[in-house]
T-cell receptor, first 117, second 110 residues
Framework: GAVVSQHPSWVICKSGTSVKIECRSL??????MFWYRQFPKQSLMLMAT?????????EQGVEKDKFLINHASLTLSTLTVTSAHPEDSSFYIC?????????????FGPGTRLTVT | DAKTTQPPSMDCAEGRAANLPCNHS???????VYWYRQIHSQGPQYIIH???NNETNEMASLIITEDRKSSTLILPHATLRDTAVYYC???????????FGKGTTLSVSS
């Protein structure tokens, strides 16, 4: 299947600092990428939809000024957590939309574990 | 998107078939059924998807009832590495996000 990478795989930062997470589609072009957040023992929660060359669409309750999303190319989307707080500690996962031989598919990155101290 | 209902947990013996059910009674005619799984601390992994007909690939088989109100994911010979949370998702529009429910935690034991 198609490959999606994330960098870094884990990061620890201090409260008040900003952290950037990269999501790359390695072997296909993705016009649409998605960002999810997952807290321990919970399911994935969609944060935003990122379309190449346009502004991201955020889900209700997700602060767009806190979670900055940029999708400048067909293979890269970034999520920047600004002024991070301990409650932002979570597992952040991106995915990329791909239309393959079997139709519409969505492939996920391995996730980035963010710990804010 | 239609909602799905899955049992919270299931157990399966290694080497046996694992049959994971999913109810999607409000599914509409052009919504697909997708299955993903998530192994602990990893990103979800695509397994299979289908619309009306049964589907099979190297990982699993998907059986969709004729009225499309339910489906079953079959792992023919479960291994310990199949221990994961399995998500059944229905989706209408191509390119829209997958919305995850709580899924089924499958525990495969030797």
């Amino acid at each position: 299947g198609a490959v999606v990478s994330q960098h870094p795989s884990w990061v620890i930062c201090k409260s008040g600092t900003s952290v950037k997470i990269e999501c790359r589609s390695l072997d296909f072009q993705a016009t649409t990428m998605f960002w999810y957040r997952q807290f321990p023992k919970q399911s994935l929660m969609l944060m935003a939809t990122s379309n190449e060359g346009s502004k991201a669409t955020y889900e209700q309750g997700v602060e767009k000024d806190k979670f900055l999303i940029n999708h400048a190319s067909l293979t890269l989307s970034t999520l920047t957590v600004t002024s991070a707080h301990p409650e932002d500690s979570s597992f952040y996962i991106c995915s990329a939309h791909f239309t393959g031989l079997t139709g519409d598919e969505q492939y996920f990155g391995p996730g980035t574990r963010l710990t804010v101290t | 998107d239609a909602k799905t209902t899955q049992p919270p947990s299931m157990d399966c013996a290694e080497g046996r078939a694992a049959n994971l059910p999913c109810n999607h009674s409000t599914i509409s005619g052009n919504e697909y059924v997708y299955w993903y799984r998530q192994i602990h601390s990893q990103g979800p992994q695509y397994i299979i998807h289908g619309l009306k007909n049964n589907e099979t690939n190297e990982m699993a088989s998907l059986i969709i009832t004729e009225d499309r109100k339910s489906s079953t994911l079959i792992l023919p010979h479960a291994t310990l590495r199949d221990t994961a949370v399995y998500y059944c998702i229905v989706r209408y529009q191509a390119g829209t996000a997958l919305i995850f429910g709580k899924g089924t935690t499958l525990s495969v034991s030797s």
